[in-house]
């Protein structure tokens, strides 16, 4: 079973459409949970993240964590075109010497359509 | 302006080269990090570095080596012994304990 399991999409809704991305995770000893957002043939970059469970809002994003499920989500209000890219959700998790590595799940490509 | 550069932005390599892709960072970040990406795999650590003149083996470091004689740069050579080298591969930086950042990444082509 792998770590972090995503549904690779594609997704595709109307422009102004509610989106919900998720991911589910195998080790119930994981507590930080980030969410990354890539452009094509972009580096990604940090959307969100959250600790434990409970939600956690910014602007049209909200980041969701179900402990008991294994579940992380995250939601898009009212979708803008400029919102198409692929959604990574990814877990930190200690290296040797300190400092975290990041385990990705394979990402979510999103389009929305005007 | 403060960030991650990374080049080329695309590469292309015969088969049997060694080839090397340059990660500077300006964040003053003392962690970094290289990354593979492939389609419907996600992000994949090769290797990672917590300071200047050490550096540790990732998940698939097979293939590759990396140095760090500076806290600002960290680059990564893919060598003739890595058997799928044809990629899209990202640096990253951190501070102690924090949010890692990604450069805009470099697609390597071998042929």
């Known amino acids: ?114 | 302006d403060g960030g991650i550069t990374q080049s080329p932005k695309y590469l292309f390599r015969k088969e049997g080269q060694n080839v090397t892709l340059s990660c500077e960072q300006n964040l003053n970040h003392d962690a970094m990090y290289w990354y593979r990406q492939d389609p419907g795999q996600g992000l994949r650590l090769i290797y990672y570095s917590q300071i200047v003149n050490d550096f540790q083996k990732g998940d698939i470091a097979e293939g590759y080596s990396v140095s760090r004689e500076k806290k600002e740069s960290f680059p990564l050579t893919v060598t003739s012994a890595q058997k799928n080298p044809t990629a899209f591969y990202l640096c990253a930086s951190s501070a102690p304990g924090r949010e890692q950042y990604f450069g805009p990444g470099t697609r390597l082509t071998v042929t």
Request: a neutral charge; proline letters at 5%.
């Open chain 1, 1 to 114: 079973q792998k770590e972090v399991e995503q549904d690779p999409g594609p997704l595709s809704v109307p422009e102004g459409a509610i989106v919900s991305l998720n991911c589910t995770y195998s080790n119930s000893a994981f507590q930080y949970f980030m969410w990354y957002r890539q452009y094509s043939r972009k580096g990604p970059e940090l959307l969100m993240y959250t600790y434990s469970s409970g939600n956690k809002e910014d602007g049209r994003f909200t980041a969701q964590v179900d402990k008991s499920s294994k579940y992380i989500s995250l939601f898009i209000r009212d979708s803008q075109p400029s919102d198409s890219a692929t959604y990574l959700c990814a877990i930190p998790q200690g290296l040797t010497g300190g400092g975290n590595k990041l385990t990705f799940g394979t990402g979510t490509q999103l389009k929305v359509e005007l």
